[in-house]
């Protein structure tokens, strides 16, 4: 596996669904640790918390340039504008996450997230034609109704804003995916090193406008822990591991990031999770699971995607 994801990762060789599989489900590990950073988070507005987030995203990617100059050169030959597109999705999504979150209830967030395999399976099929297979559809319906059994106890609808920015996220999350299936061969780094750097410009010039930008260390700390390890870090494995999975199957493993956020969050700083967060996080955990285990062990054949027949200007 290790191997696998090594020489996958330098471009010399292809992840099979279930290895690909398993790299987007630890994405979705690291991306739930956002939650107990954003609980965590003192004084600082939304806007600065984003930048720092975005800048250190964009910092751990440029370090991770330079560790692989000498050995394994991250390519930028393959910068499109579909590439530019899926980064700036990525940093839309970001920020849309972070907004909601400090706008209405985290269990409306996630309900609403659960959206997003439906969002994917749609644009996956109008956009690269895949089929939306059984066992597919079978883990969605489980996921949303173990989402629904976890929300059921504290659904809050917040402010009208939250909800708007919490509804537009399992749209961007299809779209993104697709975007990146159609674009298999760029070098993961690539599209986190967008929206990293988008992210941290316009939160941070939207920041200059309310405040400025100095805020606490522990807080800075935080946003740092949500940009730079959990998108840094999980970032990169989201980008190389969906390439080899079915767009509708990306956002059901992602779903880990929906059972442990609440998780985190008990543990510190101490917000105990109701008895149906629990059960309802354990029915989407075994679908989640379930869907590795039935995932193909070759890798999937190369999307014939609309967009990757449009007409490209080149690396940019």
Known sequence: MLNAVRDAFAGEGELTERQGAVLVTGAGVLFSLTAIAVAAVEDASDFQFLTYRGGSTALAMLILILIRRNTRPVDFGGLTPTVWLAGSVLACT????????TRTSAATTLFLLAAAPIFAALIGWVVLREPVAKTTGIAIAVTAVGVVITVSAGLDVGSVSGLVFAGLIPVTIGLYSVLMRSASGVDPV???????????????????TQGGLVISARDATMACVSGG????????????????VAAAKVPLLLMTEVVLAPLWVWIWP???????????????????????????DLPDAAPSSRLAALPETGPV
């Open 270 to 296: 101490g917000e105990v999770p109701s008895l149906a967060t629990l059960i309802g996080g354990a029915v989407i955990l075994g679908a989640v699971v379930w869907l590795m285990l039935v995932s193909n």
């Open 229 to 244: 390890v959990a998108l840094g870090l999980g970032l990169p494995m989201f980008n190389l591991g969906h390439r080899s």
């Open 94 to 101: 970001s920020m849309l996450y972070i907004l909601a979150l």
């Open 190 to 208: 690539v599209p986190t090193l967008i929206a990293g750097s988008l992210l941290g410009v316009v939160a941070g010039m939207i920041a200059l």
